[in-house]
């Protein structure tokens, strides 16, 4: 079952305080990066308030990127409430991509004013943002004087800095040295393809940028580095808890004295006190923690969990589980029944069977299901298996398609199905001058379009039509009516930008009514919680404040809604940890065969997607891998060997 994040704006206060730390820079973890971003606002708040009573100026170094947007909001917040006054301001800010117009979507002078300066009242000759503009022959001039004028200042009271996945702080990637100052740099192959997303693809991704150095973020008095989401977890762990070295940066900070890292719980999932909590502190040893634990010996150890033995536990760490339970041999086949429990072919329940042991309840016999899909290709490539077998199982599956995903089809594509159009008018003789014209504006824009340019509603529109017809297709190849295919088009989305309006009222009551519509016993939605700012995340926050909304309004059993189940499956990202897997859909390889070709269906996602981020393989090869890793796990566990396996956690509010 998946926690709910403790409502609470203190730090994570499990084994904080334990007597072993493998953390070598001080680490706060929140339960969410709203609570943690309040915290650290709160720390530059009271640091410029302390300079306006000693009548001094507050130098800020700050960032951009999507880490830091929750601080300014919370600054913004306290300006407007609290008469937080930032006169006595003057910042720095880390970096800006060369060449780059100030007035470019992508420009970070542009970001730093929509995000900040516009709304406080920071006097407009006191922040500063390297020029992307200069020519190149004068940047290294522009650097000095750059680092020149921080030194002049006085020198950084504060540093904030956010950490890409490589481990770059600013834009010093993985080789920069701990002497460097501001400089102009060449960006990584990983940092480009994370920032093509704003780019609209890597060609249109500037190489360069101007940074400043790691000894300029280094002199600041004061730094603090916010991490938000699973996908930084890796580099955050090795940040903290490795080496110093010049392939992660950011381990840099260990050397400094007063950083602190501010991560929320999902970036910090791979220290060692959350992994393996049971080797820095006594913990509880509850269901959960002893699935994670046998686990996570029989995988360290590479040996079945039935072949474990008492020594196994205690070599490693795990000697108070075997305290508390007895032997190993009684330990093991409680796990191992545990796992067993959750594989199942009938995701929807196996009718006149004993249900006591099964995920899913085997009443009633047809269920109606609703599968909410973030954009229209989630639901078969993250639980395509599922899908099928729920369909082929007699169940009254639909799919809610929760956004239109239209900004995810590239321009040539759009072009060619609106000429599609055209020609198969002329062929009929249909006459409609409205698709001609479309066509025609559609072209004259695109003849012109710039980096900077939103596409025009027509052109949305087409994508998102094409996104609607390979949907639909899917649902078809899976075999159910298209009519039970419902296309939500949640307004948050519906910004035409990469940057998405937060939730809003009409998602949840448009969420709501396609709930109270079909009355479903299963829900299943994307609990992705890898990318915090996404829109998998916002997606799942719609389902879910629907479902406490439709269950708080009547909480007997005539509500529909207090006997539906809901299942998370997990997005393209990552995987439940297989401790936490509370169903897991078995697939043959004839299944993971039609799988594939149900996301074939997707041609507009296929070879060399707009969004292809930092993974250069297709969906398709993404899904397989994913799925054939889980049933190889389960397999190494001592747990049958399956082609493939989906897995879900439910949720339980
Ligand atoms: C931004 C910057 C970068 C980002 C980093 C993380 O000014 O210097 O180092 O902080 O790339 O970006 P997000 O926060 O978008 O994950």
């Known amino acids: 079952m998946i926690a709910e994040p403790a409502h609470t704006d203190a730090p994570f206060s499990g084994p904080l305080q334990s ?44 960032a951009t990127g999507s880490s830091p947007k929750t601080v300014y909001a919370e600054l913004i917040r306290m300006h407007r409430e609290e008469g937080l006054s930032f006169r006595n301001v003057v910042s720095f800010n880390l970096d800006e991509y060369f060449p780059m117009e100030p007035d470019s979507l992508q420009s970070y002078w542009r970001f730093m004013r929509e995000q900040l300066f516009d709304h406080v009242d920071i006097p407009a000759g006191n922040y500063h943002v390297p ?107 090795s940040a903290v808890e490795g080496t ?11 050397t400094h004295p007063n950083a602190l890292f501010v991560i929320d719980e999902a970036a910090a999932s791979d220290l060692t006190r ?59 086949i409680d796990v191992f029944n545990q796992l067993q429990h959750t594989i199942t072919g009938w995701p929807g329940g196996k009718p006149n069977a004993d249900d006591t042991n099964r995920p899913e309840r085997a009443l009633p016999e047809r269920k109606r299901v609703l599968i909410f899909s973030p954009h229209p290709d989630d639901d078969i490539i993250s639980m395509g298996g599922t899908f099928q077998r729920l369909v082929d199982q007699g ?67 087409v994508k998102g039509v094409i996104r609607r017809g390979e949907a639909k297709s899917t649902c078809r190849f899976v075999g159910i009516p298209v009519e039970n295919a419902h296309f939500m088009n949640l307004p948050f989305y519906e910004t035409g930008k990469v940057e998405k309006k937060p939730l809003g009222e009409d998602d949840i009551r448009i969420t709501m009514e396609l709930i109270e519509k079909i009355k479903p016993h299963q829900i299943y939605a994307a609990g992705d ?27 007997t059993p005539a509500n529909f809604m207090n006997d539906c189940w809901v299942w998370l499956y997990r997005g393209a990202w990552a995987e439940w940890d297989i401790h936490e897997i509370e169903m897991a859909v078995p697939m043959s390889p004839d299944q ?58 439910r949720w339980k509010g």
């Open 19 to 62: 007597a072993i730390t493998y953390e070598k820079i001080p680490t706060n973890i929140y339960a969410d990066a709203k609570a943690a971003s309040r915290a650290v606002a709160h720390e530059i708040a009271d640091l410029i308030r302390q300079k306006q009573g000693e009548g001094k100026p507050c130098i800020l170094g700050l």
């Open 131 to 237: 020029d992307g503009t200069l020519p190149p022959d004068k940047v290294a001039q522009f650097a000095k004087q750059y680092d020149q004028q921080i030194t002049d200042a006085g020198g950084l009271d504060f540093q904030l800095l956010g950490i890409g996945g490589n481990g770059h702080i600013g834009f010093n990637e993985p080789g920069s040295l701990i002497n460097s100052h501001t400089r102009l740099m060449m960006l990584d192959h990983s940092t480009r393809a994370a920032a093509s997303v704003d780019f609209g693809g890597l060609p249109r991704t500037p190489r360069k940028a101007i940074t400043m150095g790691v000894a300029s973020i280094l002199a600041a008095k004061r730094i603090v580095l916010l991490a938000w989401g699973e996908r930084k977890a890796p580099v955050i762990a």
């Open 244 to 254: 110093v070295t010049e392939t992660n940066p950011a381990s840099y900070l260990q």
């Open 274 to 332: 959350m992994r393996t909590p049971w080797l820095v502190d006594s913990v509880t040893w509850d269901n959960a923690m002893k699935k994670k634990a046998v686990t996570y010996l029989s995988m360290t150890l590479q040996k079945p969990i039935l072949k474990l033995t008492d020594r196994d536990y205690n070599d490693n760490g795990v000697s108070d589980l075997l305290a508390q339970y007895g032997q190993a041999y009684d330990i093991n």
């Open 395 to 461: 169940h009254d599956v639909h799919v809610g398609y929760q956004t239109s995903g239209n900004i995810a089809v590239a321009d040539d594509e759009a072009l060619r199905f609106t000429d599609f159009v055209v020609d198969f008018n002329k062929q009929f003789g249909i006459e409609s001058p409205e698709a001609t014209h479309v066509f025609q504006d559609a072209a004259a824009f695109l003849r012109t379009k710039k980096d900077s340019d939103m596409d025009i509603d027509e052109l949305r529109y």
């Open 529 to 555: 919680l890898a990318d915090p700012h996404g829109t998998h995340k916002v997606c799942l926050d719609a389902v879910l404040e629907a479902v406490k909304r439709l269950r708080r309004a009547d909480p």
């Open 592 to 649: 993971v065969m039609k799988k594939r070709l149900g996301i074939f269906k997707h041609q507009s996602q296929k070879d060399g997607v707009v969004y292809q981020g930092t993974d250069a393989r297709e969906f398709w090869q993404r899904a397989e891998e994913r799925n054939r890793t889980t049933a190889s796990r389960y397999n190494r566990l001592g747990l049958a060997e399956y082609e493939a396996m989906e897995a879900f956690v």
